[in-house]
């Protein structure tokens, strides 16, 4: 069975660009989420899909950040306009129910702004 | 919101001591998990508490969930090389998401 996948690995953009962040759940996930890790600090929770639809979206930081599922496969992450306090290591982890806490994990995304 | 405290922060310990981390809360968490992190990986499971004053083994690691629900450690027994990594206590959050909630991690520095 292939784990969550993201892509990028890493990616280091300038203040004001756009960066696109994906993450592709093990198969048959419903739940997929996306937490942000800033340097030294604790993992963060951003925000969690049912299928394609948003069921928490408490921890997105600003309308800079937007997340999309469509189709309730992949996720995509955008960021627009970067700033340099977005710097971090983005996660992605899906599981099969909400209430099972065997989330698996990505790899993660390093996003370096400057 | 909700937040957990780990400690110690970082470690830097000789190969074949024990090493215990601790993980505490203002609020009340009915799971507790610990993960570790290799780098350039991401979170891995390593033991999954659910009841009040569980405490579970899983080979060298040992991990109680506090009888107040409020706190939990974890142990290991005789460390090796390749323990090396970042060490994550998490709890499952209100709200019947399944949201983590994770504590700010333990680094973890074994020497040879």
């Known amino acids: 069975e292939a784990g969550v996948t993201q892509f990028p690995s890493h990616s280091v953009i300038e203040k004001g660009q756009t960066v696109t962040l994906r993450c592709d759940p093990i198969?048959?996930?419903?739940?997929l989420y996306w937490y942000r890790r800033v340097m030294g600090k604790e993992i963060k929770f951003l925000l969690h899909?049912?299928?394609?639809?948003?069921?928490?979206e408490s921890g997105m930081p600003n309308n800079r950040f937007l997340a999309e599922r469509t189709g309730g496969t992949y996720s995509t992450l955008k960021v627009q306009p970067a700033e340099l306090e977005d710097s971090g290591v983005y996660f992605c982890?899906?599981?099969?129910?909400?209430?099972?806490?065997?989330?698996?994990f990505g790899s993660g995304t390093r996003l370096t702004v400057v | 919101g909700q937040q957990l405290n780990q400690s110690p922060q970082s470690m830097f310990i000789q190969e074949g001591e024990d090493v215990s981390m601790n993980c505490t809360s203002s609020s009340i968490f009915n799971t507790w998990l610990w993960y570790k992190q290799d780098p350039g990986e991401g979170p891995v499971l390593l033991i999954a508490l659910y009841k009040a004053g569980e405490l579970t083994s899983n080979g060298r690691l040992t991990a109680q969930f506090g009888i107040t629900r409020k706190d939990s450690f974890l142990n290991i027994s005789a460390s090796i090389p390749s323990d090396v990594g970042i060490y994550f206590c998490a709890g499952i959050g209100s709200g019947n998401t399944g949201k983590l909630i994770f504590g700010q991690g333990t680094t973890l520095q074994v020497k040879p």
């Open positions: 899909f049912v299928k394609e639809s948003k069921q928490d």
């Open positions: 982890a899906s599981s099969q129910d909400w209430r099972d806490s065997f989330y698996t």
């Open positions: 198969s048959g996930h419903d739940n």
